[in-house]
């Protein structure tokens, strides 16, 4: 095998251990091999990168144990080419397995060009990342609690979401508040709804008589303190994702989206050919069943610009919204998408399912013509994977979405179709005349 590095190591990553082997090839061919363990301490990682230096190593590869592999890119990336490999990617002999071992076997692989490095975005994306994903377990813990507070509200005979659709609403919180405080009399809690609920007083007085005692008021109560809390977690990282994302961004923001056909997006940033995270934010929330929140998310997985996949193909295979390829003497032997990046493949997942929903987009006709031939799960997947496509080239031409006609696509499917049904006829031995309805009705 061809040698692509000649110095090079491995680490076997540990939560209190790392293991390292370098290996180094002089010009002769004769390779020289130390192995070293360290803590995992940060004087300890720093001891790590003083002992790598000074044997004059050039790339470091190690496996994305847990979260241990972390402390010890932080303190590498600077100083080293580091790769992050995919652990099932580089399983050694069975019966050679221990942390020596495991660490030369990774230096070898390394030097002989046989692994590759996951994706790992540079550390202003990372922190995106984590303020993105701890925003949306802090939108999960909510949804939880409220569903929770459904449940107490339930066993005291309160039927409040038979009537209301969010029970945490202005009118229902209002009722909430007032039960907590004691107060049992149905006409005054149903008098405390606001809006169109108004129209729904006497529906709400059913609701409301129900058998609620001291011991559900302390447990709603204990539920609307959580909920308030986490309401106000929610909207601190909101403030911290805007301060973040306005430190890459232009003075100038491109302009707002109007009705007219969309033009190409200028370079947002002074580096180049760059765009700002707030561009492709943008350009993001302009696609179907995407928002402001969700948007977020997927520049924060995938990065203002994908130029690290060479094609919207290599994209959706990382975030494995694509099918897969396992096929043996001709024959497919499945096609699940497999396991990548959870973050970014539930945030397209919830995209399509919000897309679908928009009247008269191309997408919702996309899943309705998919729906018909396949399970509804398979259907909103291939959604999210056409979303996925979509973003990739706009982000790559720097343009806003815009909604194709989807009237010309279905004529030209219908002539395709009728082409179609036209051949199978004919297979049978008649002779089939096809006339346009205007034809037939003149």
């Known amino acids: 095998m061809d040698l692509l590095h000649t110095h090079g190591a491995g680490l076997d990553v540990h939560k209190k251990t790392v293991v390292a082997h370098a290996r180094i090839t002089d010009a002769r061919g004769r390779v020289e091999r130390h192995t070293r363990t360290f803590g995992t301490m940060t004087a300890d990682l720093l001891a790590l990168a003083a002992w790598l230096l000074s044997l004059e190593i050039t790339h470091v590869a190690m496996e994305s144990t847990g979260e241990y592999w972390k402390p010890i890119y932080n303190l590498l990336e600077g100083s080293f080419t580091v790769l992050i490999v995919n652990a099932q990617h580089i399983k050694n002999v069975p019966g050679r397995k221990t942390d020596v071992q495991d660490a030369q ?23 995106l990342r984590d303020l ?18 459904q449940k107490v509200l339930e066993w005291a005979n309160i039927k409040l979401a038979s009537v209301v659709s969010d029970v945490v609403g202005v009118s229902a919180r209002a009722m909430l508040a007032a039960i907590v405080d004691g107060q049992s009399d149905i006409t005054l809690l149903a008098d405390l709804a606001r809006g169109r609920m108004r129209e729904k007083r006497a529906d709400l007085e059913r609701a409301l008589s129900g058998r609620v005692r001291d011991h559900h008021r302390f447990v709603i109560a204990s ?34 989206l109007t009705d007219s056909p969309p ?22 929330d302009s696609v179907p069943g995407i928002g402001r929140r969700l948007a977020e998310q997927l520049v924060a997985e995938i990065g203002p610009q994908p130029e690290q996949f060479p094609s919207a193909g290599h994209l959706a295979s990382w975030a494995k919204v694509a099918p897969g390829n396992r096929e ?21 997942v919830q995209a399509a399912h919000g897309a679908v929903k928009v009247k ?6 996309y899943y309705r013509r998919l729906a018909k031939r396949m399970s509804g799960k398979k259907a909103m997947m291939a959604v999210a994977h056409k979303i996925l496509t979509i973003g990739y080239t706009l982000l790559c031409k720097r343009e806003w979405y815009r909604e194709p006609d989807v009237s010309v696509r279905e004529a030209r499917r219908t002539e395709q179709l009728v082409v179609q049904m036209q051949r199978r006829i004919e297979r049978l031995g008649y002779t089939v005349t096809i006339e346009p309805p205007a034809a037939v009705a003149a």
Do not use: M, Y
């Open 105 to 127: 076997w990774i230096a070898d692989l390394l030097c002989h060009g046989l692994v590759r490095g996951s994706f790992i975005p540079p550390q202003p994306q990372r922190d």
């Open 132 to 149: 993105t994903r701890q925003r949306t377990n802090l939108v999960r813990d909510r949804a939880t609690v409220v569903n929770r507070l």
């Open 223 to 256: 539920h609307l303190e959580q909920i308030d809390f986490l309401d106000g977690q929610i909207a601190s990282f909101d403030a911290q994702i805007v301060a973040c994302v306005a430190k890459q961004a232009p003075p100038s923001p491109p302009a707002a």
């Open 263 to 284: 033009a190409p997006l200028p370079p947002s940033s002074g580096d180049g050919d760059e765009l700002s995270w707030e561009a492709a934010i943008q350009i993001w």
């Open 328 to 348: 043996s003497a001709g024959k497919r032997l499945s096609g699940k998408t497999g396991k990548g990046n959870r973050w970014l493949r539930t945030s397209l």
């Open 360 to 365: 008269g987009s191309a997408l919702a006709v």
